[in-house]
């Protein structure tokens, strides 16, 4: 496979990725690739950034959790409306054995571009919601440690799961 998981720790996953503006063939491979190495790694989500590519797309397949139809690729995703409130615990391929709880909207209203471009926008809620603000946080160098309790944060640095300057 020519795109390994990039884990915490790695720069790339800091970074604010850049928008997409070539809807082409070589965006169509790429979003292919990017489902392949979810499905390789058993991931329901993998942003760009997570392959070493700093550019908003994101991958999605969820089938395992909702009925809806998967693979999904999302491109330029932006959160326009956030509510409700909803704590579960998550993990990320960039994060090997690591979990914990997280807090956020159980509904969104999104905005996005499919591989050739078109757009769309689109309420999501529940588990999908969940997904796409942990792969759009992706896209915006935040990861899910970045939003747990500074005590828990802490904790898992001290246990040597996270580095210290992450």
């Known amino acids: 496979m020519k ?3 990039r884990y915490i720790g790695d720069p790339v996953l800091r970074k604010v990725a850049e928008p997409i503006t070539e809807f082409d063939d070589k965006l169509k491979n790429f979003a292919e690739d990017l489902i392949d190495v979810m499905h390789v790694e058993d991931g329901i989500g993998l ?11 994101i991958a999605v397949d969820a089938s395992e959790l909702v009925e809806n139809e998967f693979p999904r690729v999302f491109v330029n995703p ?6 409700g ?7 990320c ?13 159980e509904t969104i209203l999104l905005k ?6 078109e757009s769309f926008t689109q309420e999501f809620s529940g588990w999908l919601s969940r997904i796409l603000q942990h792969e759009i946080d992706h896209l915006n160098g935040i990861l ?5 309790s500074p005590i828990r944060r802490n904790l898992l640095i001290a246990q040597k ?6």
């Open 47 to 57: 942003a760009a950034p997570q392959i070493g590519i700093s550019r908003q797309i």
């Open 93 to 105: 391929l960039s994060i090997p054995g690591v979990r914990e709880e997280v807090t956020r909207p």
């Open 3 to 5: 795109y390994k998981i």
């Open 78 to 83: 932006q959160i326009l409306e956030a509510s």
């Open 112 to 117: 996005f571009q499919d591989v050739v471009g």
């Open 144 to 148: 899910f440690v970045d939003r747990i």
């Open 85 to 91: 409130e909803w704590v579960v615990e998550e993990g």
């Open 161 to 166: 799961a996270i580095p210290e300057k992450y």
